[in-house]
Nanobody
Framework: QVQLVESGGGLVQAGGSLRLSCASS????????MGWFRQTPGKEREFVVA??????????YYADSVKGQFTISRDNAKNTVYLQMNSLKPEDTGVYYC??????????????????WGQGTQVTVSS
């Protein structure tokens, strides 16, 4: 069983930055692909970014809407994944969820492929 706990959300003005963290329990963190999704009222959960790890390094996957704006990273020693969000816009507002998947097959953006989810952290960007 893996537990995920997000932190770092809050209220920020447009153009500002936030850094989200997701701490994971368990001893097999590095075996999981970690992702961030976001959701706003009335909309489906949306893929934002994911990061996998192997012996040869990390691979990252970004939604087109956040390329060049968000950066994902992971620290396997701390069992933590980070999401650095810069140049925030009001449309980035939402609840951000951390997720973990063990499977390496299937689309990286498919929420159904993720096995564990955090409780979410609210990000609000004011105009």
């Amino acid at each position: 069983q893996v537990q995920l706990v997000e932190s770092g959300g809050g209220l920020v003005q447009a153009g500002g930055s936030l850094r989200l963290s997701c701490a994971s329990s368990g001893r097999t963190f590095r075996s999981y692909t970690m992702g961030w999704f976001r959701q706003t009222p009335g909309k489906e959960r949306e893929f934002v970014v994911a990061i996998s790890w192997s012996g040869s390094g990390t691979n990252t996957y970004y939604a087109d809407s956040v390329k060049g704006q968000f950066t994902i990273s992971r620290d396997n020693a701390k069992n933590t994944v980070y999401l650095q969000m810069n140049s925030l816009k009001p449309e980035d507002t939402g609840v951000y969820y951390c997720a973990a998947r063990y499977s390496t097959t299937g689309p990286i953006h498919d929420a159904l492929r993720y096995d564990y989810w955090g409780q979410g952290t609210q990000v609000t960007v004011s105009s």
